[in-house]
């Protein structure tokens, strides 16, 4: 390690989760001094249990671990390719779970906890930090969560004028393009109106006759729901975002007048004859892969959430790129807030890392906290380092974040919604493959599995292509 490196001006990092820990890790092993900013057990959450470093608070899986034909599977992959720290604990104290990739979660947030301990660089103080950092942290990553502290919220919202938002987060589910059947469904907007950016045909629409809808609302109304958890009993809904099973016991034709209104829309599948209510859903993302669910938002649980929207006509085979949540949660409208390193535009000095950038997911806030890490250790060390490629898991995440939403004028930060990485993030692929390796046609499902492996396969080759081009390396021990 050389010698001038260690005296280069420390980076804080204010939380010690999994994004917080793996920035930490990242920045050290790259000869740049670290100080980890952790509240507990000073200060403790409504959710955390124990003072440890990486604690996972909710399930001990890290989900899928097949990285050829799962999008979480591939970011492990991209993951251990960069040298995690989170990814390193997790392949020592895995658990069976199948093909998930589940840990001991005691000795996992353990052995990150240790890692951090005993590196040289790496200073953990015990302490909140409440407000913002002080002005003389020249480089700072703010990774403190989904449950950041009021007092941080607070300051951030007063630093930006908007962006932290603290209340029960509605979230509409997300439909893979390619899963919607259009011979049921069609582009069309509400008396052909071509808002701002759109072209008169920017919905996509799934009707409903009178017993079809009857049968929806009666499914909402005694689907099984997600209960709150004791500190979100006191948290109100957001009224502009009520959950459509909360709005479907208000009245049998309540949702007809509201977001299922079939008013203004002709069916060209049949013409003749006028749903008696029609679900729309609009584009999410700027690929055109995703399209959300317009007025879906849900404390259904996912597995009822399945259940009872493939009974929509044209969602019968419906692959959910996101299903529906109700929550409190912290996030930035990141797209507007953040520049392509993950920087506050307002202040550049604080950077962004893990679920309050708008990722959702243990492995998604780690990759993002690792980016954010190796942004910032190249920044002190005066050496450029370009985003990962948009076709790689952590590329397509940092796209999201940074930009890959939809433009609203009207919807303002909620036009941006935190999510888990999927594949309907990732570029298309310039050719989508046709035949098997024997030259047979691929018929049905087959084309989907080999779409995702050809994704896969295009973004581990792109990874290793940009880490070879100028990731830095960690320094010699």
Not at 224 to 235: G, I, P, R
Not at 296 to 312: A, N, S, Y
Not at 354 to 362: A, M, P
Request: hydrophobic residues 40%.
């Amino acid at each position: 390690m050389t010698a001038s490196l260690p005296t280069l001006h420390p980076i804080h990092i204010v939380g010690g989760g999994l994004a917080g820990s793996e920035a930490a890790w990242q920045i050290a092993r790259r000869g740049v001094r670290v100080v980890l900013h952790e509240m507990r057990p000073k200060r403790m959450t409504d959710a955390h249990r124990t003072d440890g470093l990486a604690e996972l608070v909710c399930s001990n899986s890290f989900r899928s671990d097949d990285a050829a034909n799962n999008a979480v599977g591939l970011l492990h992959a991209e993951l251990r390719r960069l040298g995690s720290l989170v990814m390193q604990a997790a392949d020592r104290h895995q658990v069976p779970a199948g093909g998930a990739l589940a840990v001991d979660r005691d000795g996992f947030s353990a052995a990150v906890g240790a890692a951090l301990a005993s590196h040289p660089l790496i200073e953990i103080r015990r302490e909140e930090v409440a407000g913002l950092p002080p002005d003389d942290w020249a480089s700072v990553i703010v990774a403190t969560g989904p449950l950041t502290s009021p007092a941080l919220a607070s300051a951030v919202t007063g630093l930006t004028g908007e962006g932290a938002l603290a209340f029960f987060d509605a979230i509409a589910p997300i439909v893979h393009r390619d899963s919607i059947d259009m011979r049921t469904a069609w582009f069309q907007s509400r008396y052909d109106k071509a808002g701002p950016g759109g072209s008169g045909a920017d919905y996509l629409n799934c009707p409903l006759t009178r017993d079809q809808y009857a049968a929806f609302v009666e499914a909402l109304t005694t689907g099984a729901t997600v209960d709150f958890k004791d500190f979100e009993q006191s948290t109100p809904y957001f009224d502009g975002c009520l959950p459509i099973e909360v709005m479907a016991a208000r009245g049998p034709e309540t949702l007809r007048h509201g977001p299922l209104k079939p008013v203004g829309l002709t069916n060209p599948h049949n013409p003749t004859q006028k749903p008696y209510a029609v679900v729309q859903l609009r584009q999410d993302n700027r690929l055109g892969t995703l399209y959300n669910m317009v007025g879906f938002q849900t404390k259904l649980k996912h597995g009822e959430q399945v259940r009872i929207f493939r009974t929509i006509p044209g969602l019968e085979a419906a692959e959910f790129a996101r299903l529906g949540g109700l929550h409190r949660n912290t996030f930035l409208n990141s797209p507007k807030l953040l520049d392509a390193e993950l920087r506050l535009r307002v202040a550049p000095r604080l950077r962004f890392a893990g679920q309050i950038t708008g990722c959702e997911g243990y492995v998604e806030s780690t990759a993002i906290g690792l980016i954010a890490g190796l942004f910032a250790a190249a920044e002190a060390r005066g050496i450029g380092l370009a985003a990962p490629p948009a076709t790689t898991a952590h590329g397509a995440l940092i796209n999201h974040i940074t930009g890959g939403h939809i433009e609203s004028i009207d919807a303002g930060p909620r036009s941006f919604q935190p999510m888990n990485i999927n594949f309907g993030l990732f570029p298309p692929l310039a050719e989508a493959p046709t035949r098997k390796a024997d030259g047979s046609r691929l018929r049905g499902p087959e084309k989907s599995v080999a779409r995702k492996q050809a994704l896969s396969a295009r973004a581990l080759a792109d990874l290793d292509r940009w880490i070879a081009d100028g990731v830095p390396m960690p320094e010699a021990a």
